[in-house]
């Protein structure tokens, strides 16, 4: 964990059957969508994927801005059935 006046980040929890689930839809989507096999995605893309998945689960309010495109099209549509009000918060620069 760090922390740093009211900035904090937690390790996700990859024991929450949830979670991993989540990770693991993800990382099918962006195989599927960037052409390559599952065990060639990003390991960053994954990370990401965890603690956004981590923060959505604890109810946080968070803003993940990031450039991945087929990151985005894929958390947003694995959390469309799950975190209705999260979504928005998922923005690509």
């Given at each position: 964990?760090?922390?740093?006046?009211?900035?904090?980040?937690?390790?996700p929890?990859?024991?929450l059957?949830?979670?991993?689930?989540?990770?693991?839809?993800?990382?099918?989507?962006?195989?599927?969508?960037?052409?390559?096999?599952?065990?060639?995605?990003?390991?960053?893309?994954?990370?990401?994927?965890?603690?956004?998945?981590?923060?959505?689960?604890?109810?946080?309010?968070?803003?993940?801005?990031?450039?991945?495109?087929?990151?985005?099209?894929?958390?947003?549509?694995?959390?469309?059935?799950?975190?209705?009000?999260?979504?928005?918060?998922?923005?690509?620069?």
């Amino acid at each position: 964990m760090y922390v740093s006046g009211t900035v904090e980040i937690q390790n996700p929890n990859y024991g929450l059957a949830e979670i991993s689930d989540i990770v693991d839809r993800v990382r099918a989507c962006i195989a599927k969508e960037s052409g390559k096999p599952l065990h060639m995605v990003e390991k960053a893309d994954l990370q990401t994927t965890a603690l956004v998945a981590w923060h959505a689960t604890r109810g946080d309010s968070v803003e993940f801005i990031f450039h991945d495109r087929a990151l985005k099209q894929c958390l947003q549509s694995v959390f469309a059935g799950r975190f209705h009000t999260f979504l928005w918060l998922i923005r690509q620069i």
